[in-house]
């Protein structure tokens, strides 16, 4: 049980083991979990001798109970004065107690279908791994879609498949290629699906048996649209003490605090989108996977370096207007424990030293000051190290037309522990509350449990977006999303993308911060702020899930301590803006 899937194999492939193998307990489902499971699935499909497992487990064991306020909740152990107790340990199902799936269980229906379709060079192939069903019974239909915008769909004339073959055909030959190759488009996707056409004894006619999304072969790269600057995109600015007001006439305006280089305030018309600038950000709120391991555990090694407790010193901020319609802004932000005496680092000095030492800064360079141990240094004699957990340093170019284009550069610690995610955390106004992406969806997915969610546009309220798991937790999140935008119920709002060749993003926006979501102990205690949380990540952990006890995730889904560079666009929008699929294949004249 929850043998690792390297193992499994391993046994698998054992010439003197000829019984098949099934996990009587893997894919532990405790909480935002399940990560991982595509690999084991991709083993047992290509290795002989391994037949599957059983997932612990189908719900949680949570039981209602009324609170002082008279409203029921999902409670555990623990909640009703009873001791001994095992806490939240009875929470660990693909369902709530009611059988309400968790997000988690589309991707445990994903690996489990019995047709697999699957793309090589230049053929589509469909693969009936029933054993005793034909898919006489299947309709099977094709969607193209480009760019986010669907380009047609139709029905594919297949012949039954008897149980466990194959049926190939040439790309050429599928119905929608004319469709694909008459179109402009870059980026493009095709999903095919297979639903009964008569009912079972299990299930109704129209249900979906199997789902595949495939992504074309790019064609050609369409030179990008460059934004042109003319007469209604100059800018004009103007300083008082430590704020810069950069302005469009009446349309739109920003303030940069000069003294730590944060977009503190970004308005359109007169009204206010940011509530909270621009920052960096690396913590999550552990999952309960995340705290799996006592004081190994990556929640453990994360509050050691007290990463949910960063506080961010300015080490240079210059701003330059380059030309009538572009401003840059550069700086350098430091980030360390907000009580750098209680921190790990002065922990671990002074077990070096024999506790007799204490921490100076001294100057190294203009942007990363370095700390010389004084006092009884034995074998560290005057020894420097770096007390700063990460060094940021920041490009924004500020256009005329209402976007700006941020670039980021992250020198992490290289004695830290794998960060829990790299993007830039703030928060708008709490009417922004209609959220539209083109990426992973519509349901929350993460970089190790992503399969069942295919590409596409998507909307849902910020409301909508978070998910109650009994015990608050990171949540929520959707990945590989190329751009996104934030509107008000009158289309004002803003667009965010990956920008520059960087990669699509993690995103996650919330009416409860990482802290809320952290300190809370059942979802009933979460409350909403007057604003939004907005996250988008260049790099987010996995959630792993191989187990809710030992550090899981596996070693590609992990984010390691190591540079970071990465582009983002932000784009001040409104009900006459161009729709955001447009906006996105846009870029800005370089400088």
Same mark, same amino acid.
């Given at each position: ?5 390297? *193992? ?7 010439? +003197? ?9 893997? #894919? %532990?489902?405790?909480?935002? #979990?399940?990560? *991982?499971? %595509? ?14 497992? !059983? ?17 029921? @909740?999902?409670?555990? =152990? ?61 309709? !099977? ?40 190759? *008459? ?22 006619? =129209? @249900? ?10 790019? $064609? ?8 042109? /600057? ?58 309960? *996977? ?14 050691? !370096? ?16 380059? +030309? ?50 004084? =006092?009884? +240094? ?62 992973? =969806? ?6 190790? $449990? ?54 699509? /993003? ?31 990540? @260049?790099? @987010? ?12 995730? %596996? ?11 990465? %582009? /983002? $666009? ?15 294949? +846009? ?5």
């Amino acid at each position: 049980m929850y043998t690792r899937v390297w *193992n499994i194999v391993k046994i698998a492939k054992d010439p +003197t083991e000829n019984r098949p193998l099934i996990l009587c307990e893997y #894919s %532990h489902a405790m909480g935002n #979990s399940n990560g *991982n499971i %595509h690999k084991y699935w991709e083993a047992i499909d290509s290795t002989p001798g391994l037949q599957g497992g !059983f997932i612990w487990e189908w719900l949680d064991q949570g039981l209602l109970k009324e609170g002082a306020d008279g409203k029921k @909740h999902w409670a555990y =152990g623990g909640d009703f004065g009873d001791f001994p107790n095992d806490l939240n340990f009875c929470l660990d199902g693909l369902t709530w107690p009611d059988r309400t799936p968790h997000p988690g269980l589309n991707e445990v229906k994903y690996v489990y279908q019995p047709i697999k379709i699957s793309m090589r060079k230049d053929t589509i192939e469909i693969y009936n791994k029933n054993f005793f069903d034909t898919t006489e019974n299947l309709e !099977f239909v094709w969607s193209l879609s480009g760019d986010g915008k669907d380009l047609g769909t139709g029905l594919m004339d297949l012949p039954p498949l008897e149980p466990q073959k194959k049926h190939t055909i040439l790309l050429v030959s599928c119905p929608w290629y004319s469709h694909w190759v *008459n179109s402009s488009t870059m980026e493009g996707f095709i999903i095919i699906t297979a639903k009964l056409i008569r009912p079972t004894r299990w299930a109704a006619a =129209g @249900h979906l048996v199997a789902s595949e999304q495939l992504s074309l072969p790019f $064609r050609h790269a369409n030179a990008p649209i460059i934004l042109t /600057m003319s007469e209604s995109t100059r800018l004009e600015g103007e300083r008082f003490e430590n704020t810069i007001r950069i302005y469009k006439g009446q349309d739109w305006e920003m303030e940069f605090d000069s003294s730590t280089g944060i977009l503190q305030d970004w308005k359109i018309n007169n009204f206010p989108i940011l509530k909270r600038g621009l920052l960096p950000c690396f913590w999550r709120a552990p999952t309960d *996977n995340d705290k799996g391991g006592g004081s190994i555990s990556y929640a453990s090694q994360w509050k050691d !370096f007290f990463l949910d407790k960063l506080e961010v010193h300015t080490a240079r901020c210059h701003i330059e207007k380059l +030309t009538r319609h572009v401003v840059q802004i550069k700086v350098t932000h430091l980030l360390k424990p907000k009580d750098i005496e209680d921190s790990l680092l002065m922990k671990r000095l002074s077990k070096q030293t024999g506790g007799s030492s204490k921490l100076v800064l001294v100057p190294s360079d203009e942007t990363t000051p370095n700390a010389k141990i004084e =006092g009884n +240094t034995d074998d560290c004699k005057q020894q420097e190290i770096n007390p700063f957990w990460f060094k940021v340093d920041i490009i924004y170019w500020v256009y005329g037309t209402g976007d700006l284009i941020v670039q980021y550069n992250v020198e992490p610690n290289i004695e830290l522990p794998p960060l829990p995610r790299v993007g830039i955390e703030f928060e708008i106004d709490k009417t922004l509350n209609y959220v539209e992406w083109y990426g992973r =969806g519509p349901f929350e997915c993460y970089p190790d $449990r992503k399969k069942a969610a295919h590409v596409g546009k998507y909307k849902k309220n910020v409301l909508d977006m978070h998910v109650p798991y009994t015990v608050p937790s990171e949540n929520g999140g959707r990945t590989d999303v190329r751009w996104v935008s934030f509107m008000n119920s009158e289309g004002t709002g803003l667009f965010a993308s990956c920008y520059d060749g960087s990669a699509p /993003m993690q995103i996650c926006a919330s009416y409860y911060s990482t802290g809320d979501l952290d300190k809370a102990t059942h979802d009933k205690e979460l409350r909403q702020r007057d604003t939004i949380e907005v996250h988008l990540d @260049h790099k @987010h952990m996995g959630l792993g899930g191989d187990d809710s006890w030992s550090p899981s995730v %596996h070693e590609e889904y992990l984010v390691p301590p190591l540079p970071y560079s990465f %582009h /983002m $666009r932000f784009s001040l929008i409104n009900s006459s803006s161009p729709p955001c699929s447009d906006i996105f294949l +846009t870029q800005l004249p370089k400088l």
